[in-house]
């Protein structure tokens, strides 16, 4: 059974009045353990489509399916705890709590879970110690660079150990070394640790770690393609 | 919290409001009891068995008041009462008139009480001369003219003269020193400093020109019999003054315990009163917080998205933000406290020292619990409105707010 599967989705934004359409008629499904990306360029409508599959954003028309259950039948609260426990969220500009530190960043979702709270130490240091920043633990997240604030904003996603993470252009404000770090770090999420992986970007070299590109153009559905060169983690080819 | 911390100015500004509102409520209500206190002290001082009756109807409104000087009290009533087949529970009964005048002596003139009493007065009223002597029955039976002091009164007409043998004048009369009260203090119920006594038939032939009288003190052999005292006297009055409806009695009867409650009364009307004033400060407060957390929620509107992210759910940051604000007039609430509390203990002082009161400092659990949960509600009731705005943000709008 496919993790996620959507038919005919369809977003229309309305303002005064005005209809514009984000999304027409997009079906797709991912599998468990997959590492997508979604690519197009800006308008195609590919951000939308990361958020309404995050649960971020509601969709106009269509079927949207997570684990073979309608999403229609989650209650709001149902759909809080559903991001919180099985999605991550990664996004371009990190959104971290400034003037909190790294721990109180990462520990965030744990907040809004129903993990106890003695548990939620070692829950953070292990999701640090999975992006190889342990050392940055006291620090106040404004005071990191753009490349460790963006692996903050991973540990923070994998701190509840979800199923799924969204990343929405994760290496879009950084510059290529740090930019490559993070992809690592996201394609390892997938291999080693066998998440999936719905990655949005508008690189083509950054979208070359997934293992399946979607290409959107004017919110439609352009192409979908298994990769055939991919990047994998550690390589020296340098965009 | 860590927002609230990082506007540390702004945020010392807009609980101010609430600290200054609270402050005064406490410090309203403090000093309110305080003067309670004093008032009951006094009143209870005269003794549960005591009973007065004044002319008139009781007071149900400002405009009854004028009834106050009304002449229905007669010497007839007071022989009426005196007869044991009339009030046989009456353990003694004092007629008193009462007015202003102003009294000579010498070249010094002073505005002054005068209090015609008989000699019983120095028995309900626990009055001892600091120096001669008070009135005596033969004083009363002979209308004689003679005249004991308050303090002020000395002070003001003989300065540093012995009174003593001293003759006053007031209204043409002369009227003979022969007694001089203590300084009694202006926290005194029934302030003797500033008044003389005469006996009442002296001051009804002499100086008033009346034949009535404006109260009747009397008291009942024991408490007990206080009940059946009243009663005794309203029927004897009553037949005395041909009234067969009660609801139309020209006179009324106040027992202590009826004028405690009635002090009572009046200092909680007036607490309160003010206190109500003080509360507008407090709306005032109210809407600094509403505004500062309006602000908030917006300048804070990608945390608010974020949090949704990452598994918030609306009523989590309802939640946050409602504490927030409760956080924020709470600990105005006890800085608000803190100073009431040492602004009334600083009045207290003042009014002991100064004033010669003998004041007490009294600060209630009913006064912090109050400014407590005043803080409190007010934290709920204008943090309500942001924090809902907070919650109902769309969660991918509120990440792309800039």
Redesign the interface.
């Known amino acids: 059974m496919p993790l996620i599967e959507i038919k005919d989705l369809e977003k229309i934004y309305t303002t005064d009045g005005v209809k514009t359409p984000a999304l027409e008629g997009v079906s797709l499904s991912i599998e468990p353990g997959e590492f997508l990306a979604i690519m197009g360029p800006s308008g195609s409508g590919k951000s939308t489509l990361l958020h309404i599959l995050g649960f971020l954003d509601d969709y106009t028309k269509g079927e949207y399916r997570l684990d073979g259950k309608i999403i229609d039948n989650y209650s709001k609260e149902e759909i809080a705890q559903i991001r919180n426990q099985k999605m991550g969220f990664i996004f371009q500009s990190f959104n971290l709590l400034p003037r909190a530190t790294v721990f109180e960043n990462i520990k965030l979702p744990l907040i809004y879970s129903q993990t106890p709270e003695k548990k939620w130490v070692n829950l953070v240091i292990e999701a640090i110690s999975s992006v190889g920043l342990s050392h940055r633990l006291d620090y106040e997240a404004s005071r990191l660079s753009g490349g460790e604030k963006q692996r903050v904003a991973i540990a923070r996603a994998l701190v509840n150990n979800p199923q799924v993470i969204f990343a929405d252009e994760p290496t879009g404000n950084l510059d290529s070394k740090s930019g490559q770090i993070i992809m690592d770090i996201i394609q390892k999420l997938s291999i080693d640790q066998k998440r999936t992986v719905i990655l949005v970007t508008h690189e083509t070299y950054t979208s070359e770690y997934a293992e399946r590109i979607i290409t959107l153009k004017d919110g439609r559905m352009n192409s979908d393609r298994k990769v055939t060169e991919r990047h994998i983690a550690g390589d020296k080819f340098h965009k | 919290m ?2 609230l ?2 506007h540390k100015s702004r945020t010392a500004l807009t609980i101010l409001g609430i600290v200054i509102g609270v402050a005064s409520v406490i410090l309203v209500m403090s000093v309110g009891e305080g003067a309670e206190r004093l008032i009951l002290d006094q009143v209870q001082g005269l003794g549960s068995k005591t009973i007065a009756v004044l002319p008139g109807r009781q007071p149900t409104g400002p405009s009854d008041f004028a009834q106050l000087f009304s002449d229905s009290l007669t010497e007839r009533d007071m022989q009426l009462l005196k007869r044991k087949e009339n009030a046989p529970t009456i353990a003694r009964i004092m007629p008193v008139v009462f007015g202003g005048e102003t009294a000579f002596y010498g070249s010094e003139t002073y505005r002054l009480t005068i209090f015609g009493a008989t000699d019983l007065l120095a028995q309900i009223f626990d009055l001892k001369p600091e120096r001669g002597t008070f009135l005596t029955e033969e004083d009363v039976r002979n209308q004689s003219s003679v005249v004991i002091i308050g303090d002020e009164v000395r002070e003001k007409l003989f300065g540093f003269v012995d009174p003593i043998g001293q003759r006053i004048r007031v209204k043409g009369r002369s009227l003979r020193v022969i007694g001089i009260l203590p300084q009694q203090g202006t926290g005194s119920l029934f302030n003797f400093d500033q008044m003389i006594i005469i006996p009442y038939t002296t001051a009804q032939q002499y100086i008033f020109g009346i034949k009535y009288f404006h109260r009747f003190i009397i008291e009942s052999e024991s408490e007990e019999s206080l009940a059946r005292t009243v009663k005794d006297i309203e029927t004897t009055l009553r037949n005395s003054h041909g009234i067969t409806d009660p609801d139309k009695d020209d006179f009324y009867v106040e027992t202590s315990a009826e004028l405690i409650e009635r002090f009572g009364v009046i200092t909680q009307i007036l607490t309160v009163l003010l206190a109500s004033i003080a509360a507008i400060s407090l709306l005032v407060g109210g809407i600094g917080i509403m505004n500062i957390m309006l602000v908030s929620v917006t300048e804070r509107t ?2 608010i ?12 940051i309802l939640k946050q933000f409602l504490l927030e604000a409760v956080i924020l007039t709470i600990v105005g609430g006890i800085i608000g406290i803190l100073i009431g509390a040492s602004l009334s203990f600083m009045s207290s002082l003042v009014i002991k020292y100064f004033i010669g009161i003998d004041w007490v400092f009294t600060l209630s659990g009913t006064a912090i619990f109050l400014g407590l949960s005043i803080s409190a509600a007010i934290g709920i009731v204008f943090g309500l409105y942001p924090a809902r705005q907070a919650s109902l943000k ?3 709008e509120a ?1 792309r707010h800039e």
Do not use: H, M, Q, Y
Not at chain 2, 306 to 316: C, H, N, Q
């Open positions: 860590s927002a911390k990082t990608r945390e998205g974020l949090r949704k992210a990452v598994g918030a759910t609306d009523k989590d769309n969660p991918i990440l």
